[in-house]
């Protein structure tokens, strides 16, 4: 008898079951890698860039970005977002945008040339998406004696 691999193949495979048919080795190794994803998403932390940024609504992350603009933004924006040495932030007119990508951007690599420093070494990823988020939560509430816009008014 000849040493065929078909033989062997059929015999490992189909008569005695001691292998993986590629069907299910591939489904094996799909669930592998989903594994192994899960594991290096967990390991990875802080994800959150300006491609891939949302508004967060929770009570929670909203009282978290107060917080974080209390202590560092309303120097110069206002405890109200009104605008001081920087611009209002409560009306639908922009130097930099109203939505969210833009806005986490300018928090976390400044303007410099408008005095604003990049926060990104201060402050990790979700919580520029925080105070991002509850700076546009500020939009329209037009508190008294804010500065006049800026910019140009915001239209999507």
Known sequence: ????????YMFRYHVTGDGQLQTEEYLTKMAEA????????AEAGDQVTEDNVSLMISEAD???????????????????GGGGAGPNLTDEFCIYCVIIFKVFAIIKYGVPAEGMI????QFNPTQIQQVSSYV?????????????????KWTE
């Open 34 to 41: 989903a594994i192994e994803k899960e594991t290096a998403m």
């Open 1 to 8: 008898m000849t040493n065929h691999p078909g033989f062997v």
């Open 118 to 121: 990049a926060w990104q070494s």
């Open 136 to 152: 546009l939560s500020l939009q329209g509430s037009n508190p008294a004696g804010g500065t006049a816009p800026q910019g140009e």
């Open 62 to 80: 909203l009282e978290k970005g107060a917080a974080i603009y209390a202590g560092n933004c309303a120097t110069c924006h206002r405890a109200d």
